[in-house]
């Protein structure tokens, strides 16, 4: 089956510093990532929609700047949060969809983001 | 746009107990119905999905019907173990035919021996 990865795991960083994952489609080509935020105990936030070679969109309330995302290749995209704060520690997962419908989309197991 | 709304937990069971999360949905249309699980520290793994009204999508022993009528996907299992313990998330598409998907609030299940 499509397997998704994502790198780091955990990650845990200090207050002001960058902080990049990495989510890659391993057996398959993902023309579109998604990547969402889980806050504890909380359900899925989209935050931003990536498509391979074209600016990503970010839904609303989502810093673009913040939040940056880069999809390089087919295979892999990029989420660096910039400048982290305490309050962006949280549980960041990614998906890949093969096609254009919500029927084909395959997540990562996610990075946990702490900020001290 | 679409929405889901999910019946919230924490639900605690027995092993060997039959389980029921409720999950009804606002969608325009009879868009495709998932539902996902993830287990302690991981991602998001689809558990089941069902495309059509009248559908029903089953794995590993659970079990949903897409019914229009009540416009709900409720998620079942006749006889629940502790390895389901997990959070059980309902979803649909955002809108139409979006790629993006809408989450409910996630229900946690516990199964005790």
């Known amino acids: 089956g499509a397997v998704v990865s994502q790198h780091p795991s955990r990650v845990i960083c200090k207050s002001g510093t960058s902080v990049k994952i990495e989510c890659r489609s391993l057996d398959f080509q993902a023309t579109t990532m998604f990547w969402y935020r889980q806050f504890p105990k909380k359900s899925l936030m989209l935050m931003a929609t990536?498509?391979?070679?074209?600016?990503?969109?970010?839904e609303q309330g989502v810093e673009k700047d913040k939040f940056l995302i880069n999809h390089a290749s087919l295979t892999l995209s990029t989420l660096t949060v910039t400048s982290a704060h305490p309050e962006d520690s949280s549980f960041y997962i990614c998906?890949?969809?093969?096609?254009?419908?919500?029927?084909?989309?395959?997540f990562g197991p996610g990075t946990r983001l702490t900020v001290l | 746009g679409n929405s889901v709304t999910q019946m919230e937990g924490p639900v605690t069971l027995s092993e060997e107990a039959f389980l029921t999360i409720n999950c009804t949905y606002t969608a325009t249309g009879y868009p495709s119905l998932f539902w996902y699980v993830q287990y302690p520290g991981e991602g998001l793994q689809l558990l089941l999905k069902a495309t059509k009204a009248d559908d029903k999508g089953s794995n590993k022993g659970f079990e949903a019907t897409y019914r229009k009528e009540t416009t709900s996907f409720h998620l079942e299992k006749g006889s629940v173990q502790v390895s389901d313990s997990a959070v059980y998330f309902c979803a649909l598409p955002f809108s139409g035919s979006a790629r993006q998907l809408t989450f409910g609030s996630g229900t946690q299940l516990t199964v005790l021996p």
């Open positions: 990536s498509n391979e070679g074209s600016k990503a969109t970010y």
């Open positions: 998906s890949a969809s093969t096609s254009g419908s919500a029927d084909t989309q395959y």
